[in-house]
């Protein structure tokens, strides 16, 4: 996998990092500790996601947060590349190394991670349209705008009035979409666990198939409120987590516009990054800054892995 993700450019590098932190941050907090707190009753898994959906929304959540990252471990991070460019910046950036922080999502939506470093804090945040990350190393800005959603489905994301009025699913459903998912992958049960301090469900998901360098995935979240506490991704070749992001505190509450007003500092380089759009595994595409990138895949179902070569 090192061998791999070390052929990337830094710049999609460092956006694989963050789409990948910035899923989970966007998801809620992420808890640092299972046992010693208080368990829930035990729940069928779709009833336990359920009641999940249907829990009343937390006006805000803050947590101090570590993330542990091993997707690189025992790369020579410091050799960079031909003529050591950019070896500075992979080896001290927090996203790649690991790192402490602090992390706060607000009512509608709105995220901040801050990753602290020697050489300057790593910032990303998410403003409900638009994904940025500050690296400090490299005093650059990258940004990236998801596409606005295909007409027939939900308005775009200007239209503010069709958000945060969709239907959860019934049990029913939910039972349909675990039953289709186990075609795939081995799916267990709703385990009663506590995560820091809070009582929760931890569900740990595994495919089925072969070939991927993917063991499995788990996710707790809070049986009261229905948030998510605890992310990580395994891999084949260790039983500790790859990637997770842990907080070893987490409270809930409104958070302060404040807490996600960040500015670059006036002569930081900025980069619009823009993914090739309408392309099919193997072909190839162009990123407005000009690199070249082939992708492909392995593996079948959950298992499959993408592989994107600069």
Aim: negative net charge; aromatic residues 4%.
């Amino acid at each position: 996998m090192s061998h791999l993700l070390r052929r990337l450019p830094l710049s999609r590098l460092m956006l694989l990092c963050a789409l990948v932190v910035a899923l989970g941050a966007s998801l809620t907090a992420i808890a640092f500790a299972l046992g010693g707190g208080p368990t829930p009753p035990a729940k069928p898994l779709p009833q336990a996601i359920h009641d999940a959906l249907t829990a009343a929304p937390v006006e805000g959540v803050s947590a101090n947060v570590t993330l542990t990252n091993h997707l690189l471990e025992g790369a020579n991070l410091a050799g960079g590349g031909p003529g050591g460019s950019g070896a500075g910046e992979l080896s001290s950036n927090p996203l790649l190394t690991g790192a402490s922080g602090r992390l706060w999502i607000a009512k509608d939506g709105r995220a901040r991670l801050e990753l602290q470093s020697e050489k300057g804090d790593t910032q990303i945040l998410y403003d409900g349209h638009t994904v940025s990350l500050y690296d400090a190393a490299s005093n650059t800005l990258y940004r990236y705008t998801p596409p606005a959603r295909k007409p027939g489905g939900d308005s775009e994301a200007g239209d503010a009035s069709s958000q945060g009025h969709h239907e959860a699913p019934s049990v029913s459903q939910i039972e349909e979409g675990i039953a289709h998912l186990g075609r795939h992958a081995s799916v267990s049960e709703a385990v009663p666990t506590d995560v820091a301090g809070q009582p929760a469900y931890t569900v740990h998901i595994s495919p089925k198939e072969g070939g991927s360098l993917i063991a499995g995935v788990e996710l707790s979240w809070d049986a009261v409120h229905g948030i998510p506490l605890r992310a990580a991704i395994y891999s084949t070749s260790s039983t500790a987590p790859a990637l997770e992001l842990a907080a070893s505190e987490v409270s809930y509450g409104p958070v302060a516009s404040s807490a996600f007003e960040f500015t670059p500092p006036g002569n930081a380089k900025v980069e619009e990054v823009k993914l090739p759009a309408g392309e099919g595994p193997g072909q190839h595409g162009q990123s407005e800054g000009g690199e070249h990138g082939n992708v492909r895949t392995a593996g079948h179902g959950v298992a499959t892995v993408a592989i994107a070569e600069g």
